[in-house]
């Protein structure tokens, strides 16, 4: 756990699978936001069918506002769980 600490804070990431379109997703929730469930999730095709990459992510807010900073130590971090 100590990999998912972000200036000081425990985010909390969930990497699953999204079999019903064919995707990996990791959802990040940053304590210091007050909102409840998760804050955004970033969301890659699956590159082992031949039709995804990182270059075809997205990133869904279930929020107003992400830093940008935590948005791109978010991304680092999604590429280091998948090793893509």
Known sequence: ???NIFQG???EII?????SV???VFEFTDPA???GGSHFA???PDPDDGNGSWTDAVV?????EVPVDLLLWA?????????L
């Open 1 to 3: 756990m100590a990999g």
């Open 9 to 11: 804070r425990l985010i």
């Open 15 to 19: 990497d699953h699978d999204d079999l």
């Open 22 to 24: 064919d995707q990996r």
């Open 33 to 35: 936001i007050p909102e």
């Open 42 to 44: 970033i969301a890659v």
């Open 60 to 64: 869904s807010l279930h929020i107003n």
């Open 75 to 83: 991304i680092a971090k999604a590429k280091e769980i998948s090793r």
